[in-house]
T-cell receptor
Framework: SQQGEEDPQALSIQEGENATMNCSYKTSINNLQWYRQNSGRGLVHLILIRSNEREKHSGRLRVTLDTSKKSSSLLITASRAADTASYFCATAVNNDMRFGAGTRLTVKP | DAGITQSPRHKVTETGTPVTLRCHQTENHRYMYWYRQDPGHGLRLIHYSYGVKDTDKGEVSDGYSVSRSKTEDFLLTLESATSSQTSVYFC?????????????FGSGTRLTVV
């Protein structure tokens, strides 16, 4: 069963705008990860945030984690057409990792 | 997808036939996983391996078996394919259990059971 649930299910924005995706989960976690999946491809690991961290940056990506609310957000700044993909959050609980159903991001040129 | 390859990339098979999917890694990672991806379900774990000949079941293991005779190869077998096993199958590898360092995924195998 899914642990993380992404919101929204789909997001469409213009190039240059920021994109924010959210992930909610149900149980305590060791860490939370975000992945990107381009059409017809496998998932690519973007960023990992540990349960004792609140914010993490990687290039144009910013991830926040609020363990009290059991939620995380992924912000992509200055989006590009190449950012068009599905984005998944994954929660690591003990020795298990569970993936959400993803947010489909479309960036229009 | 460097360091991990899946074969075949696409396969169409008939109901009731056995099917084997292969995952090959060159990273020498201890942990290997098989997931299936279906619309609305995200990725669901089928089986995983924590070493040569060491495997365990995931949440959707019924109808599937796995084998790992070498560090680099992890095979997924559908003993008797059913239409409900039509899906995209992904193999993943990791250095540690539980995703402490993230997973690396293969490009997937699209399986259609007719």
């Amino acid at each position: 069963s899914q642990q993380g649930e992404e919101d929204p299910q789909a997001l469409s924005i213009q190039e240059g705008e920021n994109a924010t995706m959210n992930c909610s989960y149900k149980t305590s976690i060791n860490n939370l990860q975000w992945y990107r999946q381009n059409s017809g491809r496998g998932l690519v690991h973007l960023i990992l945030i540990r349960s004792n961290e609140r914010e993490k940056h990687s290039g144009r990506l910013r991830v926040t984690l609020d363990t009290s609310k059991k939620s995380s957000s992924l912000l992509i700044t200055a989006s590009r057409a190449a950012d068009t993909a599905s984005y998944f959050c994954a929660t690591a609980v003990n020795n298990d990792m569970r993936f959400g159903a993803g947010t489909r991001l479309t960036v229009k040129p | 997808d460097a360091g991990i390859t899946q074969s075949p990339r696409h396969k169409v098979t008939e109901t009731g036939t056995p099917v084997t999917l292969r995952c090959h890694q060159t990273e020498n990672h201890r942990y290997m996983y098989w997931y299936r991806q279906d619309p609305g379900h995200g990725l669901r774990l089928i089986h995983y391996s924590y070493g040569v000949k060491d495997t365990d079941k995931g949440e959707v293991s019924d109808g599937y078996s796995v084998s790992r005779s070498k560090t680099e190869d992890f095979l997924l077998t559908l003993e008797s394919a059913t239409s409900s096993q039509t899906s995209v199958y992904f193999c993943a590898i990791s250095e540690s259990i539980g995703g402490n360092y993230g997973y690396t995924f293969g490009s997937g195998t699209r399986l259609t059971v007719v």
